[in-house]
Nanobody, 125 residues
């Protein structure tokens, strides 16, 4: 049973940094796409960063240059380094995995079928 567990969320002031982690267990897949998503109160869940088997990445415009997605194949951990945080980055952050796709990481939540429980990120001004 595939399980994803996020950690690293917290409260920071604007301009600060956080590093989110997503530990993946229960599978032995080598080909997959994984992504980070966020959902603020009253808003739809949006994909913010994703990467594929070969490490190709994709970001939404609002986080380009500030956030970096990466992975550690050995520990099966996905990371999201978030710098220059803004109050509008406040949301619940989720990681997700799709083992049906090897390349071209999507940012649509509909393309992912395994999800973690989320970790809260709060940025104060």
């Amino acid at each position: 049973q595939v399980q994803l567990a996020e950690s690293g969320g917290g409260s920071v002031q604007a301009g600060g940094s956080l590093r989110l982690s997503c530990a993946r267990t229960g599978d032995s897949y080598n080909n997959y796409c994984m992504g980070w998503f966020r959902q603020a109160p009253g808003k739809e869940r949006e994909g913010i960063a994703a990467l594929d088997t070969d490490g190709t990445t994709k970001y939404i415009d609002s986080v380009k240059g500030r956030f970096t997605i990466s992975k550690d194949r050995r520990t099966k951990t996905l990371y999201l380094q978030m710098n220059s945080l803004k109050p509008e980055d406040t949301a619940m952050y989720y990681c997700a995995a799709d083992f049906r796709r090897r390349w071209l990481p999507p940012l649509s939540p509909d393309d992912y079928n395994f999800w973690g429980q989320g970790t809260q990120v709060t940025v104060s001004s």
